[in-house]
């Protein structure tokens, strides 16, 4: 069976997001989970280049097996100036409680692309995509149709909460999901996504952000939150197609229409694609993606001659747990913008010190990151910024010329590296970690605080509601928190023997 691409709720930039539990099964498999308005993925957010945003998140939440408290993080906007709606905890605000709410009130400048909004509180469905259209866009010639029903989300999705499995090492989708909807190994002949095409036309597909100059390919390799845009040229016989969307796992296939969903142009039968997949000819590489936009990178263009140069190795303890520079990250109780709004602006005094690093005001960064332990490839995400990224996982060579400028890049596998160049101008704690969940649940991220002395001044007075967050959340009770607790941990116990520590048992 296949289900037409669903006529998306659209959102505008003032509005707000109902986060509450409800069963679905978009893959066949019924489970409790954690949505925005009723729906996954998540509404589109649809808006102008240069709109304010003003969206409030309401928490009602009722199901204790999953946490009660949320947040929700605006992927790749950079909050200039108001760092206390990026929607981090612990680095840039307390989560929400039951029946709360939080307004977050923030203008994007000149950003425009293909972003998204997530929880960076435990997912569990809470994700979808925002978009900022730019009236003026370079590349408009392009394309004929961009608007919702061109927008493409793909999503691992887990039969299992994330309270539980983040007990578990080594955790594998249970599917992948192509506009929420998908099929599990085994399981039944689910609905699957179809995107509908009419022959002649030209459609933005957007995957995507950032941008770049646009390349001729036949395939890409797309990481956790990534974005791209693709102009599908609908030239093709009036038939079914099939879209593969391969999950980098072991054993991955399209075997009864896995990890796929269904591509019909109109006219076309309602049936199953009998499409062969080949074999690509011309994948997409990284290093052939260039900025279209002020091309180059910052700074003197020779490797280490930047104005602060770091270097961050990725390493896997006994426990399976990530260090960076041999460091676990654990979250502070006070979030780190709150403590530097306390006036907590020494290195020596922000928590977690040894995860912090304290960087000055405008300034070109040059980062190194290399990867010496399993897991990978980790995609990175920084928030607060896009960067350049100089050098590419796998890649040997350095380009300061004209990189690509994105937001999440590949750190590799085992025994490679990457380098990235950004400028420190948006005061404020800005997380860098990867963008598996559970990964960055085991320890891997850092915080860069960007000149924290000045972070006050160039921030937006925070709003009261926003000083109320964590005395609420402080309040709560290891129960009102919801989890499942002890018992996620016996539930993680029946799945694998192969677990991290289980919770305090307070």
Same mark, same amino acid.
């Given at each position: ?24 099964? !978009? ?13 996954? !993925? ?6 102008? %280049? ?35 709606? @990026? ?23 000149? &950003? ?30 392009? +394309?004929?149709? @961009? ?10 999705? +887990? #039969? ?37 095409? %009419?022959?002649? %036309? ?19 390799? /797309? ?45 076309? =039968? ?22 279209? /936009? ?36 654990? !979250? $502070? ?13 020494? =290195? ?41 990224? /100089? ?24 025994? &490679? ?7 420190? @101008? ?8 990867? #963008?598996? @969940? ?13 000149? $924290? ?7 937006? &007075? ?5 000083? &109320? ?34 919770? !305090?048992?307070?």
């Amino acid at each position: 069976m296949q289900q037409l691409l669903y006529l998306r709720d659209v959102l505008g930039p003032k509005t707000t997001l109902t986060i509450a539990n409800k069963d679905i099964a !978009p893959d066949g498999f019924e489970r409790s989970a954690t949505l925005v308005n009723g729906v996954f !993925p998540g509404p589109l957010i649809a808006a102008q %280049k240069g709109d304010d945003f003003a969206i409030e998140v309401a928490n009602k939440l009722t199901d204790t097996s999953m946490f009660t408290t949320t947040s929700v993080h605006w992927h790749g906007l950079y909050q200039n100036g108001t760092s206390y709606a @990026d929607g981090t905890s612990s680095v840039t605000q307390c989560p929400i409680t039951q029946n709360n709410s939080f307004l977050h009130s923030f203008s994007t400048q000149n &950003q425009a692309g293909t972003f998204w909004y997530h929880s960076h509180y435990s997912c569990d469905g809470l994700r979808g995509p925002l978009v900022i259209y730019d009236p003026q866009d370079p590349q408009a010639y392009m +394309y004929d149709v @961009d608007d919702a029903s061109t927008v493409i989300t793909l999503a691992d999705w +887990y #039969h299992t909460e994330a309270t539980v499995l983040r007990y578990v090492i080594g955790n594998v989708a249970s599917s992948t999901l192509v506009n929420g909807l998908g099929r599990y190994a085994g399981g039944p002949m689910s609905d699957l996504a179809v995107i509908s095409v %009419k022959q002649g %036309k030209r459609y933005r597909m957007r995957l995507v952000s950032m941008r770049p100059e646009p390349l001729v390919v036949d395939q890409l390799q /797309i990481f956790a939150g990534q974005r791209y845009s693709v102009v599908l040229v609908a030239d093709k016989p009036v038939d079914n197609y099939w879209i593969r969307n391969l999950p980098n796992t072991a054993n991955a296939s399209f075997e009864g229409g896995t990890n796929s969903a269904i591509l019909r142009y109109t006219g076309a =039968p309602k049936a199953e694609p009998t499409t062969v997949n080949t074999t690509s000819t011309n994948p997409l590489q990284e290093t052939n993606l260039h900025a279209l /936009i002020n091309p180059g990178a910052p700074g003197i263009p020779e490797y280490g001659k930047a104005d602060i140069n770091l270097n961050l190795q990725v390493s896997v303890d006994s426990a399976s747990n990530f260090l960076v520079n041999n460091v676990t990250f654990t !979250p $502070p109780t006070v979030p780190v913008l709150l403590q530097i709004l306390s006036g907590t602006q020494d =290195p020596s005094q922000l928590m977690p010190n040894e995860s912090i690093i304290i960087l000055e005001a405008n300034k070109v960064v040059e980062l190194t990151l290399s990867t010496t332990g399993p897991g990978g490839p980790h995609p990175i995400h920084l928030h607060g910024h896009s960067f350049n990224v /100089i050098q590419s996982a796998g890649n040997s060579t350095f380009n300061y010329a004209n990189p690509v400028r994105r937001d999440v890049v590949s750190a590799g596998s085992l025994g &490679q590296q990457m380098v990235i160049r950004w400028v420190t @101008d948006n005061s404020g704690p800005w997380f860098l970690h990867c #963008h598996i @969940d559970w990964h960055l649940e085991a320890g891997f991220a850092v915080v860069m605080a960007e000149s $924290p002395s000045e972070t006050s001044a160039n921030m937006k &007075q925070a709003p009261a509601a926003w000083d &109320q967050l964590c005395p609420a959340f402080n309040a709560l009770t290891p129960l009102q928190l919801g989890g499942g607790g002890l018992n996620a941990y016996e539930t993680a116990a029946n799945i694998s023997t192969n677990l991290y520590p289980p919770p !305090p048992s307070k």
